[in-house]
């Protein structure tokens, strides 16, 4: 490592002690930096890496609601503004309780070089809140109601709109926050703002959402790890491929990998995982994503009308299957670590594409790495979701609404152009096929030279 990069890790590691999360994100970075860092001492002389790492804004307040037993809530609402050198903010919003400070800088400082490898004018953002739709606050073992999701959503909104705009920052949806959140908190800005604009992605069809777009994430994996694949000139016809996570992500992946010929063998979320030798069908798929987007349920509630299906309660998907070609791990950041690893590459993969943000553990991004399969980090493979989110945005522009066949084909185009970049960027600084080293330099390098034309700010 240069001594550049050491130094400001150590004082990015001193300032940010109690926040792991962030600084595992700034470390997988950094470390691979190194080539370019040195072949362009004019980023230390301007101290970009010192601006990169720390956030333009960051915005903390708090949200109270009512319940539907008249009792008065309070969460914590984020929204982290990491860099917008590129162009406005840009990154989702998550309700879960495990949103804190640590893992919304995380997701926004991995957001800067996501948008960036989408080749579209996007900056880097990141937020949400402690709040669980998925767990009354009043009723052990029930959701949130439908009311009561809005009425935290408005409130959320309230003081997130004096912060967000069409051409300031452009939040979307992510972990528990979808259709029903996105509409919720779109009606409530249009009500504050007293005005129409595309300030949300992920929005309904119905007001100017984008076809495809609840695809895009998992078909974009896909469609990275299928340029993976060609430069070997294989395709994933007969491909054992390992899936966890069951929302959208996974789901639309799960959807693409059979339609390509693929067996899809896992999904999981966090009641277990199921697993089925024979591969799941598209009628199984279809049953499980009523499940999860209508019934609002878990698989342990399904695994049984499944044939074929064995389901393994609070287990994770990669230790269960014999023989396995490819894993995606579609669901939570280090949901795959070392062991995890170890047991993938013992039983035959070599292709392991990330559909979440930073799924696998340094541990497990290391023997990846070393052991020279196909692994393609998130900030490139899971960018599918963003680019369309962008081709949203452009919709919403210029007031029209392109056909799904259109967003597909421009879906691929991107992630055709992220896979080509990032592979280049690997093999200019002797690190050919090495996903991880070309994602962070491609990516790093477009926001880096942005930053030095606009003067220190």
């Known amino acids: 490592m240069s001594k550049y990069i050491d130094r400001v890790l150590k004082d990015v590691k001193q300032k940010n002690a109690n926040e792991p999360e962030f600084l595992q994100a700034v470390e997988e970075v950094f470390t691979t930096l190194a080539p370019v860092v040195d072949a362009h001492p004019e980023y230390e002389a301007e101290a970009i890496l010192e601006r990169i790492v720390e956030p333009e804004r960051t915005i903390i307040f708090r949200v109270p609601w009512v319940d539907d037993k008249g009792v008065v809530r309070v969460n914590r609402g984020y929204r982290v503004q990491f860099n917008s050198a590129i162009g406005p903010y840009k990154g989702g919003l998550r309700f879960d309780p ?148 069951s929302g959208n992500v996974a789901s639309f992946a799960a959807q693409k990998l059979i339609a390509l010929g693929a067996k899809v063998v896992t999904l999981s979320d966090r009641s277990g995982s199921i697993y089925v030798e024979k591969g799941l069908s598209q009628k199984d798929l279809e049953a499980i994503m009523e499940l999860k987007n209508v019934a609002r349920g878990e698989l342990s509630d399904i695994a049984a009308k499944i044939k074929g299906a064995k389901f393994f309660a609070k287990a994770r998907p990669w230790q269960l299957a014999d023989k396995l070609d490819c894993a995606f791990p579609c669901a939570c950041q280090n949901e795959l670590d070392g062991k995890d690893a170890a047991y993938l590459l013992k039983h035959g993969c070599t292709v392991v594409t990330e559909g979440a943000n930073m799924p696998s553990t340094p541990e497990a991004v290391a023997a990846f790495v070393k052991a020279k399969i196909l692994y393609a980090p998130g900030k490139a493979s899971n960018a599918g979701g963003v680019a369309t989110s962008g081709l949203e945005m452009s919709q919403n522009s210029e007031h029209l609404s392109w056909t799904a066949e259109d967003v597909d084909n421009k879906l691929r185009g991107i992630m055709k152009a992220i896979h080509d970049n990032a592979a280049a960027a690997a093999a200019k600084y002797g690190h050919k096929g090495n996903y991880v080293m070309g994602a962070n330099i491609a990516g790093f390098t477009k926001v880096a030279d942005a930053m030095l034309a606009q003067g220190v700010c």
């Not at 998925?134 to 029930?142: L, R």
């Not at 979307?172 to 959140?181: L, S």
């Open 98 to 245: 495990t949103v804190n400070l640590s893992v919304l800088k995380f997701l926004g400082f991995e957001q800067i070089f996501k948008n960036s490898l989408t080749t579209l004018p996007m900056g880097g953002g990141k937020g949400g809140s402690d709040f669980n739709p998925k767990q009354s606050p009043h009723t052990p073992g029930q959701r949130c109601s439908d009311r009561e999701v809005m009425r935290f959503c408005q409130s959320f909104m309230t003081e997130l709109f004096r912060h967000i705009g069409p051409n300031t920052d452009v939040p979307a949806g992510d972990m528990n926050v979808g259709g029903r959140e996105i509409g919720y908190l779109f009606g409530q800005y249009k009500r504050l703002r007293n005005e129409w604009s595309g300030v949300l992605t992920g929005k309904a069809l119905s007001y100017g959402g984008s076809l495809i777009r609840p695809e895009a994430t998992g078909y974009g994996a896909v469609y990275f790890a299928e340029n993976m694949l060609a430069t070997k000139k294989d395709n994933f016809k007969g491909k054992i491929c390992a899936v966890s996570g």
